[in-house]
């Protein structure tokens, strides 16, 4: 488990701090530009709906409930507090779910397993890409230093 995160983690690092080509498995070499443009197609095609076009969720999403007694969605631009979160979290959190942390999770974060992790990884370096530096920079000194 540890292998895995000290290998995402350094898989984050490396894309966030150039611009040379990734290689990344089943995915053609791609400058960093490219990957977190697949990852704005893949966030505009699952995401949107819910995190809105800027990321910037739902109005009220700290007390409001949607019809259904649901928490809304949060912003994700780095104004809400998915940078308070490991990148194996933001991970998990789009692949399962919020399921995966909590087993009574009754929400509409139900997850994204039609994704492959690749898909997943570049949505997360979209919204990381977004986010502003002073943010990017408390991130990567609490995760990817």
Same mark, same amino acid.
């Given at each position: 488990?540890?292998?895995n995160i000290t290998s995402i983690l350094l898989f984050l690092f490396f894309i966030s701090c150039t611009n040379e080509p990734v290689t990344i498995s089943g995915i053609e070499s791609k400058s960093l530009e490219e990957y977190i443009l ?8 699952? %995401?949107?709906? %819910? ?95």
């Amino acid at each position: 488990m540890l292998k895995n995160i000290t290998s995402i983690l350094l898989f984050l690092f490396f894309i966030s701090c150039t611009n040379e080509p990734v290689t990344i498995s089943g995915i053609e070499s791609k400058s960093l530009e490219e990957y977190i443009l697949n990852g704005e197609k893949i966030y505009t095609a699952n %995401c949107i709906e %819910c995190h809105k076009s800027n990321l910037e969720g739902a109005d009220n999403w700290k007390s409001g409930k949607d019809v259904d007694g649901h928490r809304l969605p949060p912003p994700i631009n780095g104004t809400g507090h998915a940078w308070h979160h490991s990148p194996e979290q933001l991970f998990n959190t789009i692949k399962y779910g919020l399921v995966y942390f909590d087993l009574k999770y009754e929400g509409k974060m139900n997850g994204f397993e039609k994704l492959s992790d690749d898909e997943i990884w570049m949505v997360i370096e979209f919204i990381y890409s977004k986010w502003p530096q002073d943010i990017k920079n408390i991130y990567n000194e609490n995760f990817l230093e």
